[in-house]
Nanobody, 118 residues
Framework: QVQLVESGGGLVQAGGSLRLSCAAS????????MGWYRQAPGKQRDLVAT???????YYADSVKGRFTISRDNAKNTVYLQMNSLKPEDTAVYYC????????????WGKGTLVTVSS
């Protein structure tokens, strides 16, 4: 089992920045990719960014050039640096992790709310 705990959400003005963190614990040796998803009120959960254990990061078009995903394997933590935030970035942000050899995300955090005011 893997546990994921997000932190760093909050209220910020448009144009501001926030950094989200996601700490993983448990059977972390089984983790392959980690990622961030978000769900705005009344909308589906969408992929924001992913970072595999090796290889290229991926970003949704809506956040390219503004968000940066990174991973500190020594701390078992993945980060999402969010700059130039827009009101449309308002959502609950979820951390997720996939297992080696298994498609899709297997574990999810409980989410952290990001609110961007105009």
């Amino acid at each position: 089992q893997v546990q994921l705990v997000e932190s760093g959400g909050g209220l910020v003005q448009a144009g501001g920045s926030l950094r989200l963190s996601c700490a993983a614990s448990g059977t972390i040796f089984s983790i392959n990719a980690m990622g961030w998803y978000r769900q705005a009120p009344g909308k589906q959960r969408d992929l924001v960014a992913t970072i595999p254990s090796g290889g290229r990061t991926y970003y949704a078009d809506s956040v390219k050039g503004r968000f940066t995903i990174s991973r500190d394997n020594a701390k078992n933590t993945v980060y999402l640096q969010m700059n130039s935030l827009k009101p449309e970035d308002t959502a609950v942000y979820y951390c997720a992790a996939s297992l080696s050899g298994t498609p899709g995300m297997a574990y999810w955090g409980k989410g952290t709310l990001v609110t961007v005011s105009s």
